[in-house]
């Protein structure tokens, strides 16, 4: 990560990867999340004139599936980072910095339609006790029905959006220029 300062235009960090770089570059600690948040969560943009969400509907649903979470209030403390969506039940789902050379997304909008089911059956037949249906997910909450996808024009914006707006329009031609 120390590296990447220096080296690399902007870093897109996705899930453990979000916490990690959260914590490393601005002290910002996870703390643990019992149950594990699992399931597809709407999520309201703050910054709609942001061209992360160059033709987002004014919420979007994403994916989560994880153990741990930071607060709206971590970020809002924190004068280097930019809170830019976020779940009134799944909490923080977008952060940058404001300088736009970080991102940090705890959703996966890149999962697959089974990615969850598939996550799901496989703690289920390890016998954990704990594991709860992913919320919205299953149709009827019957984990015998295929899920039905909510979240993939989110996933092709949200890359095709960074990778145009962060990375290729605004990496300097000479890496020399990264600062």
Not at 153 to 165: D, E, M, R, V
Request: hydrophobic letters at 35%; aromatic letters at 14%.
């Amino acid at each position: 990560m120390e590296w990447s300062k220096k080296h690399v235009h902007c870093t897109f960090h996705l899930c453990w990867g979000a916490f990690a770089g959260l914590y490393y570059h601005y002290g910002i600690q996870k703390r643990d999340r019992v149950p594990k948040l699992s399931g597809i969560y709407k999520h309201h943009i703050l910054n709609k004139k942001s061209p992360l969400f160059r033709g987002f509907d004014d919420v979007y649903y994403a994916p989560h599936s994880r153990a741990t979470e930071i607060t709206r209030e971590q970020i809002l403390e924190c004068p280097d980072l930019e809170l830019m969506a976020e779940s009134d039940e799944a909490g923080v789902g977008v952060v940058k910095s404001v300088d736009s050379r970080q991102f940090f997304v705890t959703c996966h909008a890149e999962y697959d339609a089974n990615t969850l089911a598939l996550e799901y059956n496989r703690d289920m037949e390890k016998g954990l006790t704990s594991v709860d249906l992913p919320i919205n997910y299953f149709p009827d909450d019957d984990p015998t029905k295929a899920p039905v996808v909510t979240w993939r024009s989110t996933g092709q914006l949200l890359y095709s959006n960074w990778l145009n707006f962060y990375v290729y329009q605004s990496t300097p031609y000479d890496i020399k220029d990264i600062k």
